[in-house]
């Protein structure tokens, strides 16, 4: 990931509406419709920012390629070219962060995203790193492979990341990915991503979620000079 990173890289797209005029008259061209439609889109729609323009179809497809901001910019949805799979990224307001809202160990940043104002996080200085966050299953696409990654950057001075991080990943059904991650080995300057994990999701497990944490604060070390962007969460092979 390069500095300029946006999930628009991550060939980012949306779902349609209901066929109108020529095309509900054709059973057939309906049906090929509705099925670019993303899973639960309506459901997921109701927290969008801003209206969405359903007067063709093509319109709509453009906006759900682009992506479009949900809860107060918090988050942002787009659905995948070829797949038509429901895509995310959270952004860090749309996380549990500890001690966020302390000046004095984290600070607010404003930043563009696609020419949009968002609200990255800069860790300033603490010796108890925790970061989660979580996606409901059903805001998600049956049987596509997903993946799952913290956007964050490393920028001088920066100290204490001499001790790998902890990265988790927890699905529905209880199981879990955990590795470490060396943040000390990363380029500074430039947005990176910090792979979380993969995972598919199944109709059962609507009722679920897919957690995921940063964290480490056994070693007792102060840390400074980490970037949080937030959480993308795609199919394999989006990018």
């Known amino acids: 990931m390069g500095s300029g990173w946006s999930e628009e890289q991550a060939a980012q797209s949306q779902p349609p ?64 070219k070829k797949s038509n799979s429901n895509c995310f990224m959270l952004f860090p307001r749309a996380l549990s962060i500890t001690w966020s809202e302390e000046s ?6 404003a930043m ?17 790193l925790e970061i989660h966050g979580k996606i409901k299953a059903s805001e998600l696409s049956p049987g596509a492979w997903y993946e799952a990654a913290f956007v964050v950057m490393i920028k001088d001075p920066a100290y204490g990341w001499d001790v790998p991080v902890n990265i988790r990943l927890k699905r529905p059904d209880g199981s879990k990915q955990e590795r470490k991650e060396d943040m000390e080995e990363k380029p500074r300057g430039r947005w990176v991503e910090i792979p979380i994990g993969d ?24 840390k400074k000079g980490m970037f949080l962007k937030g959480v993308v969460i795609r199919t394999k092979g989006s990018v």
């Open 17 to 80: 509406p209901p066929a109108t005029g020529s095309a509900a008259s054709h059973g057939g061209a309906k049906v090929a419709e509705v099925k670019q439609l993303g899973h639960g889109l309506e459901a997921i729609l109701k927290d969008a920012d801003s209206a969405v323009d359903r007067s063709s179809m093509d319109k709509l497809h453009d906006q759900l390629h682009a992506g479009i901001f949900l809860n107060k910019r918090t988050k942002k949805y787009w659905m995948d």
């Open 104 to 109: 004095k160990y984290w600070k607010w940043k």
């Open 112 to 128: 563009e995203e696609s020419s949009n104002p968002i609200e990255a996080i800069e860790l300033v200085n603490v010796c108890w």
């Open 199 to 222: 995972f598919t999701v199944q109709d059962h497990d609507n009722g679920g979620e897919i957690e995921f944490s940063m964290y480490e604060y056994e070693g007792g070390q102060w």
